[in-house]
Structure formats: structure tokens, C-alpha cells
């Protein structure tokens, strides 16, 4: 059996299969993939309560990856905010020294939530400039982007 | 209309997001639907030979315990119930409650059909360049139960 306490390394690895097999666009086709059948848990809490849908999801999800971050919402504004202090996911990528992580991965974060999350009528802005550092940053709002 | 906040320390919880077993599903059966069953087995040789590469190490220079010590955290880790029968050259996995497949079910996750090549693939790739061998005896996959046979190769 694989653990789930092993899955980050085992998507890290599918994300370089699926590029060496078929280019970047494969990895980009998958990360759509998920995005549209294994989200359907953000995409009803989100259609059923709103943006205390993401509060829902992610206070579950952050908590039981024992991530490092503040998360905010403020329903009257419509806002929902993850500052990503250290991400348990790339954090162990970052970690491991004998297994080479997929360069991109942090990637399927921007892609993955935007899909389920614009379409419901939000934007969503996500913050990668510190990824190398295990941290990034969430921004959920009411309302179309501008 | 709620304003709300919360502000957790990585050591607050526990790493331990079962849902992730649902991920690894759903990532084998988008391989399989776009590139066939062979490839869901190349995908997994690939990761378990980069991943497991400490652990088939282990197993070249201290033998079988090496996996016993592996497969055992594992399953007291995430819940399972796992029977061992050791002998110098041979190691029976009994799994009795696999934690992953019980989760999915439990969870309404999508099992992939191949779900049961994260055993069998992984442990062969394991045996790789070491004196050791793995084959399956039993894989349901309703309920993920399994027993799997690791012995030394014939000289």
C-alpha cells in the first residue's frame, strides 16, 4: 500500500511521467482533469454556501495536511484569504534529497482552484513568488476578476 | 454574514489527509483512460523505483525486516489492521483492513480498477536489483484486503 503520507511524492512523479510522456500540455490536461472530478467536495460547498465554501474546504483539507497558515474570511466583503506560510506539500518536496520534484509543481494550485472557482462567479488570485520557499498566498473574491 | 480566522502552526495537527488515497485513484484512472493499463504499471515502476530507492537499499543490506519495519509503520499509521509471518527467507503481508480503499468507500472516492497495482507494481519495483522476490496471492478488490508473499530468489 501506498500511504496517503506518500501521495505528495507519488502526484510530484505522475506530473514528470505525464510531461515526459506527452509534454507540458499532458500535465496541464490532468491538473483540468482533477480539477473537474475530484473537486466536486469545493465546487457544492462553494455552489451551496457560498464563499464560506472555501473557509469550509480548506479548514479541513490545511488542517489535516498540518499546513502552516492564517486563513481569513470576511463574508460582507465577499473575501476569503490563505497566507501559505509553509506548505506541507512542497515543503516536503523541498525535503526530499534522493527524488527530484516535478519544477512546476505548485502549478496545479493556480490552475486547479481557479477552474472550479471562476466559473461560480469569483476570482482568484494566487500568489507563487515564494513557492521556492514552501509558502504562497490566496486570495478568493466575490465577483468576477476585473 | 460571518468574519472569521484562524492561524495554525504545522505542529498544531497531524500530517495525516486520507483523501489523498482518492487523489492517487483518480490520478491512475485518468492514466488509464488516456494511455492504457500498461501504462498506469510504468508510472508506478517509475515513481516506486525514484521513491522507494532508501527502501530497497534497506532491503539489500538488512533483508525482509527492512520491509516488516516499512509496512508496519504504515498501517499503524493510518489505522489498518496487517498480519506478518516472518521467516529468514520469506515475509507474509496479510492485509485485513486496507485504510486506503476503507477511506475512499467510506467517502464515496472513485477506486480505480487498477487501484490494486499500488500494491503489486510497488512491491515488485521494491525487489528490484535485491536478492528478494514479491508476488500476490490475494487482492479484493471490494475491500482492498490483500496477502502478499516477499522470499528470497531461487540462487
Known sequence: MISCTEFIPAYSELFRFLEARDGKKAVIGFWAYISDHFLNNLRDLVAKNGIKGCWLYWHHTLNEEAADFTMELDEEAGEFRINMRHCPSKGRLLEIDHMKPYPDYCEHCDLLYRRVLEPLGYSYEFDSSRTHKAACAIVVKRGKPS | ?155
Open chain 2, 1 to 155: 454574514m460571518a468574519t472569521l480566522k484562524i492561524d495554525r502552526k504545522a505542529g498544531d495537527n497531524v500530517y495525516l489527509h486520507k483523501d489523498f488515497h482518492g487523489g492517487l485513484s483518480a490520478g491512475l484512472e485518468y492514466v488509464r483512460l488516456r494511455y492504457g493499463e500498461q501504462a498506469v504499471r510504468d508510472y508506478l515502476r517509475q515513481f516506486a523505483l525514484a521513491w522507494y530507492a532508501p527502501l530497497t537499499k534497506a532491503l539489500r543490506e538488512k533483508g525482509l525486516p527492512a520491509l516488516r519495519e516499512h509496512y508496519d509503520h504504515i498501517f499503524k499509521l493510518e489505522g489498518g489492521e496487517v498480519h506478518f509471518t516472518e521467516s529468514p527467507d520469506e515475509l507474509l503481508i496479510e492485509v485485513l483492513l486496507n485504510p486506503a480503499v476503507a477511506h475512499m468507500k467510506a467517502n464515496g472516492y472513485a477506486i480505480s480498477p487498477l487501484f490494486n497495482e499500488t500494491v503489486a507494481t510497488v512491491g515488485k519495483t521494491i525487489c528490484e536489483s535485491t536478492p528478494y522476490a514479491m508476488e500476490m496471492l490475494r487482492y479484493e478488490a471490494e475491500t482492498g484486503r490483500y496477502t502478499q508473499r516477499f522470499f528470497r530468489r531461487a540462487a
